[in-house]
């Protein structure tokens, strides 16, 4: 920014000395002066304005990130409180009736970050006295990471197929990927039992892998990625030899490496907190992963709850770390790409 | 001068040897390799959605045709027109459609707002960006605990808003009880669509921005006349991932809720999820392609805004 300005002010000096060579010259000093003058005070004001607009605008995202961090921060220290604890300011939500809903009794809730004692019990309840949420934990993983991993790579061979040539027959696929994608679970759900039964795959991590894998969602968005690729690269490419499958593998990929973690993080999220899917078709509770317990909860382990949950955010957390650096700046290099 | 002739004529001659390569002729060999090889790399993914998706939405076709999936007689449109006098049916409807149209529009200008706040090089830049992102990070079932704190009769909002002479409200049954849903949906979708403004306005040339400057444009100008332009394709793929998410959100509130809930929150997942429990396919398959009609609209017409307004900025 300063530099423009510097540069302006040289060159109507020079213009200034080059049309009225020596009359006005001992004013020359006195207009500059001025102009300094006038130049500094002006870069006052626009730091101030500056100032004032960047504290403004850090006000807000402070507020909102106060907002956006707080459930999270309840989460974690809660997750270090005490059953009783847990009881005494929570206890009236989470009270049972009889059919095991959750009934509101009107009694004073306390919203507590920082517990009075902080305690392990949860933790070690989880942990070491019952084996059952590991195992429901280790279910999880077994049960999203081959979904995440095929869903990607299927998600990438087709994204490059649409993004590559658009015909209408595509066209219409492509919308109907739409379309299915926008489908609630529960209208698939049906028929995804029925072709589970066929396939007789019922009760096995495979009616959860396959139908997970096929989601067309990831197609969706690195399509969208895909298709911003410029064509001059794609033809460089074919120019030096590079056939179809060089050209996704060496050029698609590195290029949408941003774009395609973003859609492992989306994908991953979401199956690590499915609740329906499992709940339908894998009949056998045993094999259930820890989201559909975690949705389960009823009032005596609503302590536990916290710890789980903590626990259960631990690879989500990884996958952030990991890969935010790669979402952003990988959609920001999209971007740049383009423009 | 020469340099410049000899650069404009080293232009043409690349962009000439560019056109000699580009354009494979339609119905010439190349095309149809390009066209069958492309289209190999759809195929796994197209069998499988064609097994898992889409012959089981011709199967749900084929149901809401029938009185019953046991004895199968043909009904014709007769359970159209009961799901459509059914009044859960209509609420469902009406509640589904009034939350989206708040809540993805709301969605779409708070996250450009933000992503604009945090483009402006504020302090501890990417850390905020990390906190925005955070609600993505929690379970479900962590985020329905919290929210029930939260709004619960005697949670921690209703103490706020009282301390400010507010009487309380009961914020799950009540009218009120669409904004707990809105407030939910926005904290946990604002922070990827922000992230996917942050990159389209860092996409915009810097040097237009400065001509823009130069030629003292007002900020508000400069916004509506260049930026806009930059941003339109990328504000229609953020509506597109906020109707998806605002479908999603549905798990959320149903463990919220529970079956029946307030009648303003009664979605049309609730719906089909009720119908499914009764075993009622028809109704189910029924109110779900109705369901894929009106979604068919919505997604066309973004589309079509979507091809004009891309081409729009390219050219």
């Known amino acids: 920014m300063e530099d423009f300005r510097k540069k302006d002010v040289l060159s109507e000096e020079i213009l200034y000395l080059g049309t009225e060579p020596k009359k006005k010259k001992p004013q020359k000093n006195y207009s500059q002066e001025v102009l300094r003058k006038m130049d500094k005070r002006a870069a006052r004001a626009r730091k101030f304005f500056r100032f004032i607009k960047v504290s403004i605008a850090t006000v807000i995202a402070a507020f909102f990130a106060i907002l956006f961090l707080m459930p999270i921060v309840l989460t974690i220290s809660n997750s270090f409180m005490a059953s009783s604890e847990i009881a005494s300011n929570y206890g009236t939500v989470f009270a049972t009736n009889s059919n095991g809903g959750k009934v509101y009794i009107s009694e004073k809730v306390n919203l507590k970050f920082i517990p009075d004692m902080v305690s392990f019990s949860q933790y070690s309840t989880v942990l070491f006295k019952s084996p059952e949420y590991l195992l429901k934990f280790w279910n999880s993983v077994i049960l999203v990471g081959p979904i995440v991993l095929f869903q990607l790579i299927v998600a990438t061979l087709a994204s490059y197929g649409f993004a590559r040539y658009t015909g209408k027959i595509r066209a219409i696929i492509f919308f109907s990927y739409v379309i299915l994608m926008l489908m609630p679970y529960q209208v698939t759900l049906v028929p995804n039992y029925l072709v589970s039964s066929w396939l007789k795959i019922l009760d096995t991590y495979w009616a959860i892998w396959l139908p997970g894998i096929f989601s067309p969602f990831a197609v969706f968005l690195l399509t969208k990625f895909m298709k911003r690729i410029p064509e001059s690269m794609i033809e460089a490419a074919q120019i030096d030899g590079a056939g179809e499958w060089q050209i996704y593998r060496r050029i698609c990929l590195p290029l949408c490496k941003g774009a395609i973690c973003s859609a492992a993080i989306l994908v991953f999220i979401d199956y690590w907190n499915m609740v329906e899917q499992p709940l339908i078709l894998l009949a056998d509770g045993e094999k259930h992963p820890l989201s559909v317990f975690l949705s389960k909860i009823n009032s005596g382990e609503v302590g536990l709850a916290f710890a789980v949950a903590t626990i259960y955010m631990v690879p989500t957390l990884l996958v952030f770390l990991y890969g935010e650096e790669y979402l952003v700046d990988g959609i920001t290099y999209q971007g740049g790409v383009k423009g | ?315």
């Open chain 2, 1 to 315: 001068m020469d340099k410049k002739v000899k650069l404009s004529k080293a232009n043409t001659n690349s962009e000439e040897t560019v056109k000699k390569v580009k354009p494979p002729k339609r119905n010439s060999k190349r095309f149809r390799k390009l066209k069958f090889k492309s289209g190999l790399f759809i195929a796994p993914s197209f069998l499988g959605v064609m097994t898992f998706f889409l012959i089981p939405f011709c199967v749900i076709i084929y149901y809401s045709v029938l009185d019953n999936p046991i004895s199968a007689n043909y009904v014709g449109f007769e359970n159209f027109k009961n799901v459509a006098k059914n009044e859960a049916f209509m609420t469902a409807v009406k509640n589904t459609a009034t939350f989206s149209a708040i809540a993805v529009p709301l969605a779409v200008v708070l996250s450009l707002i933000l992503a604009m706040v945090l483009d402006l090089n504020i302090p501890f830049r990417s850390q905020f960006r990390t906190f925005f992102l955070s609600p993505m990070m929690v379970p479900v079932a962590s985020i329905v605990l919290i929210w029930q704190v939260l709004f619960h009769n005697n949670g921690a909002v209703n103490d706020v808003i009282m301390k400010f002479g507010v009487d309380r409200i009961d914020w799950f049954k009540s009218d009120q009880a669409i904004i707990v849903i809105v407030i939910l949906f926005l904290w946990k979708n604002l922070g990827y669509n922000m992230i996917l403004f942050m990159a389209a306005l860092a996409s915009i040339p810097k040097d237009i921005l400065e001509v823009a400057r130069l030629e003292s444009a007002t900020p508000l100008q400069t916004f509506f006349y260049v930026k806009t332009r930059y941003l339109s394709s990328t504000v229609l793929f953020v509506t597109i991932m906020s109707l998806i998410s605002s479908f999603k959100i549905f798990r959320e509130i149903y463990l919220l809720t529970t079956d029946y809930p307030y009648p303003t929150l009664y979605m049309l997942q609730h719906y089909m999820n009720n119908k499914f429990k009764k075993l009622d396919y028809q109704a189910l398959s029924a109110g779900a392609i109705m369901m894929s009609i009106v979604m068919v609209l919505i997604i066309g017409l973004l589309f079509i805004v979507e091809e004009r307004f891309g081409k729009d900025v390219e050219g």
